[in-house]
């Protein structure tokens, strides 16, 4: 993808999670975050689950906000894999290919 070519997106072995700047604050100032694929795998692939994990180990402060404690995605955030929605998908449970671009985007209410 043009948009991603300076996050060098072309990388099959991994893909880029995009953290909205409301989040950026907990993964230290970074909005883009790189996560190793399964590379044992022709293409290489992770299930969105083992993304996050990996994305907790990168960034453990982010785990909170993005699932709660059973680990589900939590209602407020919404998880986009190359600009689709993963609910058209197949859920919780896509998997992510290398290369992909996945965005996290977190609702924000105010009062």
Known sequence: MDMNSDLDSEDTNTATVVVPSALAGFA???????????????????????????????????ERRIRDEQGAIRGHVNIYIDGVDIRELGGPETVVVGGATVEIIASVSGG
């Open 28 to 62: 230290g100032g970074r909005s883009h975050i790189p996560v190793g694929m399964d590379t044992s795998l022709d293409p290489p692939r992770l299930p969105l689950p083992d993304v996050l994990d990996r994305l907790r180990v990168e960034v453990p402060s982010l």
